[in-house]
């Protein structure tokens, strides 16, 4: 979907949303399967006891098994070796994205004896997650069952069957592993690095985390998990989120666009085909749009009665036909898991002396470098 246009962008996308849809995009059954992945998240930080961690790994491994439920009917645990090196490697790809920018440029790199830019390493890294993908097709593909489809691979099967006798169908194997495989990366990485930014930023700010606890504590308590129902009632969280998006910035450049037609913008025409670079970091630390842009402050969405206002500002997720595809699920899932995260725990730095930086790095998304937190229960 991503990476394509025109036509064939079409069909896909429309074909994605709505099988997406039919498992759960936006409605409650999904809701109660997040749900199940955040019991199992906050067992899993129960068990540090209160003790420095890295929670990388966890956060990715929990949004992991949401889209992989959703995609292939299936959820992995979170010590299964397999699945903790299949996420490592779309990792390492992900912040070594740079290295094949320039591989692209210049393409005779690869073939340079050794492996000095690491381009081997992302290309066998690629095949790894392919094979795992193509496996999982596969399986799914022996006990296939018409009038039993139970995730997105099923329904494609099923396309792909009733197209088979088109010799023009864009429905087959290869664009199924494109599409599962764009969906398993960009469902992951995205909202696991959004959550990541949720809790560094918690860290260096204690008196926004108390504000949401307490906020928290007076709409649900805390016998049961924050539902989407609540949301409504949970402004403050809402801003946080929002402010998080914003200064968290995880995709400043959006995915670049072309032109299907020549443009003609404040007196400058530009032509057919030309790559646009949609630059949202310019949006997000406008002065204008928000004061004192680099500051965190989750109070500039909120007016004087407590509502929410200029959240549409934050365009976090593009804008237009090509908006993000996973908006709904990534919304749905930030809320949950972080009030559920604030709702049982007190964040704090690992190490005193090292409070984590809101410097990034850039790979395909911007993403906090590695820290260490303490979770101590509340
Ligand atoms: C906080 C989480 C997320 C952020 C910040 C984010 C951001 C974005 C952005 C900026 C774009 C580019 C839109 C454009 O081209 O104008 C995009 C596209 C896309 N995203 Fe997300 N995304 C997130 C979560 C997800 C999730 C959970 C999924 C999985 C379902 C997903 C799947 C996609 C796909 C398939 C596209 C391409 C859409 C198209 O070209 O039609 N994203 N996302």
């Given at each position: 979907v991503a990476t394509s246009s025109g036509a064939l962008w079409k069909e896909h996308r429309t074909f994605s949303l709505n099988t997406l849809r039919e498992f759960g995009f936006?409605?409650?059954?999904?809701?109660?399967?997040?749900?199940?992945?955040?019991e199992v998240f906050v067992?899993?930080?129960q068990s540090k006891k209160g003790e420095p961690f890295n929670i990388h790994s966890l956060i990715?491994?929990?949004?992991?098994?949401?889209?992989?439920?959703?995609?292939?009917?299936?959820?992995y645990d979170h010590d299964d070796k397999k699945f903790l090196s299949l996420l490592n490697s779309i990792n390492q790809n992900l912040s070594n994205e740079n290295v094949m920018f320039v591989a692209t440029v210049l393409p005779f790199i690869r073939y340079i004896p050794g492996d000095p830019f690491r381009i081997k390493k992302v290309l066998r890294n690629?095949?790894?997650?392919?094979?795992?993908?193509?496996?999982l097709v596969e399986e799914h593909e022996q006990i296939y069952d018409e009038n039993n489809l139970r995730d997105y691979v099923d329904v494609f099967l099923k396309k792909m069957k009733s197209e088979r006798n088109n010799p023009n169908t864009t429905f087959d194997e290869d664009q199924l592993l494109?599409?599962?495989?764009?969906?398993?990366?960009?469902?992951?990485?995205t909202t696991s690095t959004a959550i990541r930014w949720f809790c560094l930023f918690m860290i260096r700010h204690p008196e926004v985390q108390e504000k949401m606890r307490n906020e928290i504590n007076d709409v649900i308590g805390t016998s049961r998990f924050p539902s989407l129902e609540d949301k409504q009632n949970l402004?403050?969280?809402?801003?946080?989120?929002?402010?998080?998006?914003?200064?968290?910035?995880i995709a400043p450049l959006s995915v670049p666009h072309g032109l299907a037609s020549d443009l003609k913008f404040n007196g400058f025409t530009i032509p057919k085909d030309a790559l646009l670079i949609p630059n949202l970091y310019s949006v997000f630390f406008d002065e204008k749009i928000f004061p004192d842009p680099y500051d965190f402050k989750p109070e500039r969405f909120l007016d004087e009665k407590g509502n929410l206002k200029n959240t549409d500002k934050v365009l976090a997720f593009s804008l237009g036909r090509r908006v993000c595809l996973?908006?709904?699920?990534?919304?749905?899932?930030?809320?949950?898991?972080v009030t559920s995260l604030i709702q049982r725990f007190t964040l704090e730095a690992g190490d005193i002396k090292n409070i984590p930086s809101e410097k990034g790095t850039m790979g395909i998304t911007y993403a906090p470098k590695d820290f260490v937190l303490k979770a101590v229960p509340t």
């Amino acid at each position: 979907v991503a990476t394509s246009s025109g036509a064939l962008w079409k069909e896909h996308r429309t074909f994605s949303l709505n099988t997406l849809r039919e498992f759960g995009f936006g409605k409650r059954s999904l809701e109660t399967r997040i749900i199940e992945e955040i019991e199992v998240f906050v067992q899993e930080i129960q068990s540090k006891k209160g003790e420095p961690f890295n929670i990388h790994s966890l956060i990715n491994v929990c949004i992991s098994n949401i889209m992989c439920s959703i995609t292939f009917g299936k959820r992995y645990d979170h010590d299964d070796k397999k699945f903790l090196s299949l996420l490592n490697s779309i990792n390492q790809n992900l912040s070594n994205e740079n290295v094949m920018f320039v591989a692209t440029v210049l393409p005779f790199i690869r073939y340079i004896p050794g492996d000095p830019f690491r381009i081997k390493k992302v290309l066998r890294n690629v095949d790894k997650v392919e094979n795992h993908l193509r496996q999982l097709v596969e399986e799914h593909e022996q006990i296939y069952d018409e009038n039993n489809l139970r995730d997105y691979v099923d329904v494609f099967l099923k396309k792909m069957k009733s197209e088979r006798n088109n010799p023009n169908t864009t429905f087959d194997e290869d664009q199924l592993l494109k599409i599962v495989g764009e969906l398993f990366v960009a469902g992951t990485e995205t909202t696991s690095t959004a959550i990541r930014w949720f809790c560094l930023f918690m860290i260096r700010h204690p008196e926004v985390q108390e504000k949401m606890r307490n906020e928290i504590n007076d709409v649900i308590g805390t016998s049961r998990f924050p539902s989407l129902e609540d949301k409504q009632n949970l402004p403050y969280c809402e801003a946080v989120i929002h402010e998080t998006l914003r200064i968290g910035t995880i995709a400043p450049l959006s995915v670049p666009h072309g032109l299907a037609s020549d443009l003609k913008f404040n007196g400058f025409t530009i032509p057919k085909d030309a790559l646009l670079i949609p630059n949202l970091y310019s949006v997000f630390f406008d002065e204008k749009i928000f004061p004192d842009p680099y500051d965190f402050k989750p109070e500039r969405f909120l007016d004087e009665k407590g509502n929410l206002k200029n959240t549409d500002k934050v365009l976090a997720f593009s804008l237009g036909r090509r908006v993000c595809l996973g908006e709904a699920l990534a919304r749905m899932e930030l809320f949950l898991f972080v009030t559920s995260l604030i709702q049982r725990f007190t964040l704090e730095a690992g190490d005193i002396k090292n409070i984590p930086s809101e410097k990034g790095t850039m790979g395909i998304t911007y993403a906090p470098k590695d820290f260490v937190l303490k979770a101590v229960p509340t």
